[in-house]
Nanobody
Framework: QVQLVESGGGLVQAGGSLRLSCAASGNILSINAMGWYRQVPGKQSELVATIFRGGSTNYADSVKGRFTISRDNAKNTVYLQMNSLKPEDTAVYYC????????????WGQGTQVTVSS
């Protein structure tokens, strides 16, 4: 089992920045990727950023050049640095872990609200 705890959401003006954190605990070695999803009511969830075990990263086109995913292995923590925020970035952001065995994102954090005002 893996437990994920997010922090760092809040209210920010357009053009501002926020950094989300996701602290992982439990069977960390079973994870081969960590991702950040976001969910807006009434819309499909969007995978905005992924960091793989080897360190490579992927980003959704909607956030490329503005968001950066990174990790601190010593702290078992993944970060999402969000710059140049736009009102359309407003969503609940979820940290997720993909296990080696299942090959899907099967561990989820509780979510943190990010609100960008215009």
């Amino acid at each position: 089992q893996v437990q994920l705890v997010e922090s760092g959401g809040g209210l920010v003006q357009a053009g501002g920045s926020l950094r989300l954190s996701c602290a992982a605990s439990g069977n960390i070695l079973s994870i081969n990727a960590m991702g950040w999803y976001r969910q807006v009511p009434g819309k499909q969830s969007e995978l905005v950023a992924t960091i793989f075990r080897g360190g490579s990263t992927n980003y959704a086109d909607s956030v490329k050049g503005r968001f950066t995913i990174s990790r601190d292995n010593a702290k078992n923590t993944v970060y999402l640095q969000m710059n140049s925020l736009k009102p359309e970035d407003t969503a609940v952001y979820y940290c997720a872990a993909r296990s080696l065995v299942a090959g899907i994102y099967d561990y989820w954090g509780q979510g943190t609200q990010v609100t960008v005002s215009s």
